[in-house]
């Protein structure tokens, strides 16, 4: 939603004024994992509640075994597999947003160039901009867990399965709730809190994905739901695009971990937000208001996610028509030729295309509001991840 200078102002100094007089440390104050509830009842039932009422997205029932020749398809067409860059993460190497590798070490210096502040409450953090800090903080967004996960799926390597979650346990071991630098950006926050969840659902039925490790899950998704939750509306006044980002965050956690204390708040406030911000956002013929047209891969990624897991926790629900018949249009309109070669910024890394490239996004979002396709190729690996079977039966046009 367009909102005025003097809007954005007031918020600026709202946040400002709560920072300084402590009130937003008051709010979110500094705390181990072991200290995070997670219900009224004993541990043993949140895991029962969980795992026998917990919508699962399409990814969590699919056969690894009907995934892989997919899978494997896809990257000889690209001519790169996703194991080479889950091996480079086994070393301690990242990609970063910009496309290039870091070394980081094993375990990771998820903190490197900021260790200093790893204490500090997350408003009192003074973020560090050199590269190296820079590049730590890319890797704490957890982007290369979606590499994992494929690199997984592909092979059958327990070997990828283990190490996200040897990666997480040392993520969290590293960054308590609202303590150092990790804590600090709600964009972050949101796209760390989105690829664990959905890290945890490709691996729901693994071995690895222990009782411990789905506790652990469930700590670290209500510690960074109710930090994001906290700060939402003011970053909605900053951009609409974080702000719809970061609305997606939370409806995944209320959603697929509605066993959680404040998960019917984040659910309810996140979904209001959703559907009214992609009314406004996206006029009737498609294109976006506010903010870069650039940015269609992303919003169509955030709204097929969000359709997504309505269907999954209903499968008669779904997001209302006349958002259905705005989402059609910016989909035909980014499919258009004069759309196909703008770099879109993806919010997923759920293909080997490369970062800018907005197919997977729209083939995805195609896939799922229309049930038509255009031309079959690599770029439909992120629609497979998501959407599942449909992908194989929906029209090519």
Request: net charge negative.
């Amino acid at each position: 939603m367009a909102l005025s200078r003097f809007t954005q102002l007031a918020a600026n100094a709202a946040f400002g004024l709560k920072r300084s007089l402590g009130i937003l440390e008051r709010q979110s104050p500094a705390a181990s994992w072991s200290s995070v509830a997670l219900a009224a009842n004993a541990e043993s039932e949140f895991l029962h509640k969980w795992k026998s009422k917990s919508p699962s997205l399409p990814i969590a029932l699919l056969d690894r075994t009907f995934l892989a020749p997919h899978l494997e398809q896809y990257a000889v067409a690209l001519g790169h597999s996703p194991e080479a860059e889950a091996k480079a993460i086994s070393s301690g190497r990242f990609r970063t947003l910009d496309n290039e590798f870091t070394s980081l070490g094993v375990p990771p210096e998820w903190n490197r160039g900021q260790q200093t502040q790893t204490s500090a409450h997350w408003t009192k953090v003074i973020l560090n901009s050199d590269a190296e800090a820079v590049a730590a903080s890319s890797a704490s967004q957890f982007n290369w867990a979606y590499t994992l996960v494929r690199a997984w799926l592909l092979t059958g390597s327990d070997t990828y399965a283990e190490l996200f979650w040897n990666y997480f346990e040392d993520w969290i071991e590293k960054n308590p709730p609202n303590r150092g630098p990790q804590w600090v950006r709600d964009e972050a926050i949101a796209q760390r809190l989105i690829a664990v969840i959905f890290a945890a659902q490709v691996l729901r039925f693994h071995s690895a994905t222990t009782d411990a490790r789905i506790l652990k899950v469930a700590r670290f998704v209500s510690a960074s739901a109710t930090r994001l939750h906290l700060t939402h509306h003011y970053i909605c006044t900053r951009s609409a695009l974080i702000g719809l980002t970061s609305a997606l965050a939370l409806f995944s956690a209320g959603a697929l971990w509605s066993q959680l204390p404040e998960a019917d708040i984040w659910r309810s406030h996140s979904l209001e937000h959703l559907i009214n911000e992609g009314k406004e956002l996206i006029s009737d013929d498609g294109r976006l208001n506010g903010i870069n047209s650039n940015s269609a891969g992303q919003v169509l990624e955030i709204l097929t996610l969000t359709e997504l897991i309505l269907r999954c926790e209903n499968e008669r629900e779904s997001l209302p028509e006349s958002l259905h018949r705005k989402i059609r249009a910016l989909v035909v309109l980014a499919a258009s030729p004069a759309s196909a070669d703008r770099a879109t910024p993806n919010l997923f890394s759920l293909s080997g295309c490369y970062r800018g490239d907005s197919r997977p996004a729209i083939a995805a979002a195609q896939i799922l509001f229309t049930g038509t396709h255009f031309d079959a190729g690599p770029w439909d690996e992120e629609a497979l991840l998501l959407v599942g079977p449909l992908c194989d039966s929906a029209v090519i046009v």
